[in-house]
């Protein structure tokens, strides 16, 4: 008898091979939620029917997945769509920028359940008081959390350099943090246990709504916000960089001979396209202002948009040229100026980028999502429901 047939390591190997399994399967449902059955599993893994039916069979138990509608395909028996499920698991979503604090309750199946907002200068307050803000809104969206539901956990999108390891605040200029854990001010409790709570760039987790929506795909997220942050997505997979802290296209310097930016450097891309620094330049009070005067044609609105495009078009270029990603996916302010930003940034991109007339630019909004950057951390914080379900299947995640 070798080591291998012992009882013990054989009974291990196969518990670690069902964990393996059931996450694998899991992962396959929620990146083909609604469209695959278990026939289409089964192909996709190389394991037989019967095994992926166990493994759906004790996820849809454990009331992570559900089944949709059967249909014909013509020939066999018909088959059954697998759908990631909603109403049991999930998470609380936060987000922390210059204008606000946010906080969603995010289903398992991406729907947003509660959300709470408080409008204030958040570079007004220590950490500590915007980490309690956060808590006391996060607190309010659970109220709507279903009885019988499980809380997986709470994660913030934050304007900043995040260590991701450890989910502490490198630098978040303009928020005016720096090296600290939003982590040693978090008490969020829920059923007698604390709530587990990280954070990432509020870029990056824009970035996993679209990653959810379009599974696979390559894309280049920019986001125009109090600052402008990008998230680079290759393949279904984030592009984070050494430390995690990759897509500062705010940070690129676009005037040298520019006013001082918050970070220390000077002339960077937010000095001129962030929202505060638009709406300054325009003269107006408000986003919607800015846009009513450029359907008005005022003159001073339409010169701060064609300095906005040549900016993004030097900042964005360099990224495009540097990353080889032809799809951006424009998020937060810069969705809501796209009917005026897209065709002369497609055209100033065709110029800047080296391979602008070899490949095809593609850059489009993202469609409206209240809250998206804080949708896109409670995903990540509901994701280890998807990551490692047999933990939530067994109980020790209740
Ligand atoms: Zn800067």
Redesign the pocket.
């Known amino acids: 008898m070798t080591e291998g047939d012992s009882p013990a390591v054989s009974g291990m190997t196969q518990s670690s091979m069902r964990t393996s399994n059931l996450a694998l399967v899991m992962r396959t449902i929620a990146d083909h939620s609604g469209r695959f059955s278990r026939a289409d599993i089964s192909h996709q893994l190389g394991m037989t029917r019967s095994t992926v039916s166990r493994l759906v069979d004790e996820l849809i138990e454990g009331r992570l997945i559900s089944e949709g509608e059967a249909h014909g395909t013509g020939r066999g028996r018909p088959a059954v769509p697998l759908s990631l499920r909603g109403g049991s698991h999930f998470g609380i979503g936060m987000h922390a920028s210059v204008d606000r604090l946010a906080a969603a309750l995010v289903d398992l199946d991406g729907s947003v359940l509660a959300s709470e907002v408080s409008a204030l200068d958040v570079s007004s307050l220590d950490m500590r008081e915007s980490v309690e803000e956060l808590q006391r809104l996060a607190q309010r969206t659970l109220s709507a959390l279903p009885g019988d539901a499980r809380l997986v956990g709470a994660f913030a999108a934050i304007a900043g350099l995040v260590d991701l390891k450890r989910g502490c605040v490198v630098f978040a200029?303009n928020l005016g943090w720096e090296n600290a854990c939003p982590r040693d001010h978090w008490t969020l409790h829920h059923n007698g246990r604390t709530v587990s709570f990280s954070g990432a760039n509020d870029a990056t987790c824009t970035a996993v709504t679209v990653m959810r929506s379009n599974p696979g795909e390559t894309f280049l997220l920019l986001r125009g916000d109090g600052g402008v942050g990008a998230a680079l997505c290759r393949e279904g997979n984030l592009a984070l960089g050494e430390h995690g802290w990759s897509g500062e296209v705010?940070?690129v310097c676009v005037d040298p001979r520019g006013v001082p930016?918050?970070?220390?450097?000077i002339g960077?891309?937010?000095?001129i396209v962030s929202l505060p620094a638009l709406l300054t330049a325009s003269r107006h009070s408000t986003l919607g202002g800015f846009i009513r005067a450029l359907e008005h044609g005022e003159e001073r609105a339409e010169l701060v948009l064609r300095r906005t495009v040549g900016a993004l078009g030097i900042g964005l270029g360099a990224a495009m040229n540097v990353w080889d990603v032809s799809v951006v996916r424009l998020s937060g302010y810069f969705a809501d100026l796209a009917p005026w930003l897209h065709d002369p940034l497609v055209h100033q991109l065709r110029g800047r980028v080296v391979w602008g007339r070899q490949a095809e630019i593609d850059v489009q909004p993202l469609p409206v999502m209240p809250l998206r950057p804080a949708v896109g951390a409670g995903l990540i914080a509901v994701g280890p429901a998807v990551k490692d379900p047999a933990a939530f299947l067994n109980g020790q995640a209740a």
């Open positions: 200029p705010g940070h930016c918050r970070c220390g450097s960077c891309l937010e000095t």
